[in-house]
């Protein structure tokens, strides 16, 4: 299973890009699927996050701007980013928890400029 994210960009603070990410493979499906980031010289951090008979979940400080969407069954899992924030630059990672393992995309780098 590879995980192939895209959708990465320069934006202006304010705009919005939409960051889209597919599991390659068939017979599958998935239990959760979710959206790290990691800014230069800090941590992974969680963004959002959507599982299966659950409602969607997001840290605070993206709480009214970003929303992720997704269907298990096809693996394939988008979030859509508004009112973007210099702060919100970062590598943007996706995330699929298959079976027993979790699986990870390569990564796309979202740039804000104010």
């Known amino acids: 299973v590879q995980l192939q994210a895209s959708g990465g960009g320069w934006v202006q603070a304010g705009g919005s890009l939409r960051l889209s990410c597919a599991a390659s493979g068939s017979g599958f499906s998935n239990n959760a699927m979710r959206w790290y980031r990691q800014a230069p010289g800090k941590q992974r951090e969680l963004v959002a996050a959507?599982?299966?008979?659950?409602?969607?979940k997001y840290a605070d400080f993206v709480k009214g701007r970003f929303t992720i969407s997704g269907d298990h069954a096809k693996n394939t899992v988008a979030l859509q980013m508004n009112n973007l924030k210099p702060e919100d630059t970062a590598v943007y990672y996706c995330n699929m928890y298959i079976d027993i393992f979790d699986y990870w995309g390569q990564g796309t780098l979202v740039t804000v400029s104010s």
């Open positions: 959507i599982s299966s008979g659950d409602s969607p």
